[in-house]
């Protein structure tokens, strides 16, 4: 269960990701769904004041949190909190609770660059 993870650049530069990823149940991905379907819900609530807008708004924050939360049975993975080196500047880059099915990517807040985030033996397998 406790893959190891990297990150690496376009340019094939890697460096270890040190976070915790844990592999989501069942549970995990109730949760991560009804959080989402709550908070567009209670965002289509807040919009019934606005006036006019509303008409849009409601219906809009309701089948949004719909989709985006059935989004949640699609997620493998959740990185819970966690930070790597930058493979092409070597800054320090921090993630937080972000969820996703086999792989993600990043982006360096310093030089721009996009990073991917892999298991280690996936990266092992394709070079
Ligand atoms: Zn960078």
Known sequence: MDKKWISKNRDGQSSPLLAEIKT????????????????YW???LACVLIPLLHFVLVPGFFLAGIYMA?????????LVE?????????????????????DTTAHCDSCGSKAYLVPMEEQTSRS
């Open 70 to 78: 059935s989004k949640a049975f699609e997620f493998r993975y959740q």
């Open 24 to 39: 989501c149940t069942s549970k995990d991905t109730m949760r991560k769904f009804f959080k989402t379907l709550l908070t």
């Open 82 to 102: 966690g930070s790597f080196d930058c493979p092409t500047c070597q800054k320090k880059v921090h993630l937080k609770d972000r969820w996703f099915e086999s």
């Open 42 to 44: 209670g965002i289509a």
